[in-house]
């Protein structure tokens, strides 16, 4: 992946998103390079999400645009998002509780992939998320965790090229945070990704490159120990507790 490092593989521009009065977002300039592993990080408010929605299609912006791969995707729906070759899970659960683990995961394989190579994909991605076990469980009677590392794995078996997680170690045990961890520097190995997250132990397991975000802007971006260093980093997000 060295080779195309400095592919620039999304990029918005003077991205702006409004509720009403409340700008969410303002003049966002963002790039993502191919290869990365980013996070978005801060305080409550800052305006992660809604940027975040912003690229994935569940939010039109206001202003600005949104390119993924040199395609303007600004005011995309979802679905052509995906159609990219873009794995997304957002914060609302996207399973089908009625279907078991394996049904899930092979669903959303064969979505993108024809049937034997969804059925090859969903049984090395059970094996990679370690979901043996319960893979012919109900969705909806799994733990909290548990879910999460369905939804996590019904990205994997897409194998997109792309992978935007909003808070996938949200409501997680620090043994489930961990693994989570492990399972995102993996599916790093073959995908470029964006995290936006809130707990830190999780972000300083995986964080390469920091994106900062404060009242809807950029604040500062980098490395984990360059923004923990910074003094108004400290002062907007890493001193107060939330
Ligand atoms: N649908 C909406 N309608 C009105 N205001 C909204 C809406 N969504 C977000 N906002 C406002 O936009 C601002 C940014 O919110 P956003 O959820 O993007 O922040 P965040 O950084 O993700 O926060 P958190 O860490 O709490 O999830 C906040 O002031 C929020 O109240």
């Known amino acids: 992946m060295?080779?195309?490092?400095?592919?620039?593989?999304l990029e918005t521009r003077d991205l702006t998103m409004r509720f009403g009065g409340v700008v969410a977002n303002e003049r966002v300039d963002f790039r993502l390079y191919a290869g990365e592993l980013r996070c978005l990080i801060g305080p409550n408010g800052?305006?992660?999400?809604?940027f975040f929605k912003c690229l994935t299609g569940q939010l039109k912006p206001t202003e600005g645009t949104v390119t993924i791969r040199d395609v303007d995707t600004t005011g995309a729906d979802p679905h052509e998002v995906a159609e990219l070759g873009v794995g997304i899970k957002t914060q609302v659960p996207n399973v089908?509780?009625?279907?078991?683990?394996?049904e899930n995961i092979w669903l959303a394989s064969r979505r993108f992939h024809p049937d034997k190579r969804a059925q090859a994909l969903t049984a090395d991605t059970i094996e990679r998320v370690r979901l043996g076990d319960i893979r012919r469980r109900q969705v909806g009677a799994l733990a909290h965790g548990q879910r999460?590392?369905?939804?996590?794995?019904?990205?994997?078996?897409?194998?997109p090229w792309l992978v935007l997680l909003d808070e996938p170690a949200a409501g997680m045990t620090d043994e489930e945070t961990e693994f989570t961890a492990g399972l995102i520097r993996e599916i790093n190995k073959t995908a470029t990704l964006i995290v936006v997250e809130h707990d830190m132990n999780f972000i300083r397991a995986i964080a390469q490159k920091v994106t900062v975000f404060h009242r809807g802007a950029i604040l500062m971006e980098g490395t984990m120990d360059e923004v923990s260093a910074d003094p108004t980093v400290r002062d907007v997000y890493l001193g107060h507790k939330h």
Request: aromatic residues 6%; negative net charge; proline residues 0%.
């Open 2 to 9: 060295a080779r195309t490092r400095r592919e620039t593989v």
């Open 46 to 50: 800052a305006g992660k999400s809604t």
């Open 148 to 159: 999460q590392w369905v939804e996590l794995a019904m990205v994997i078996a897409a194998e």
């Open 96 to 102: 089908f509780d009625a279907l078991s683990v394996e």
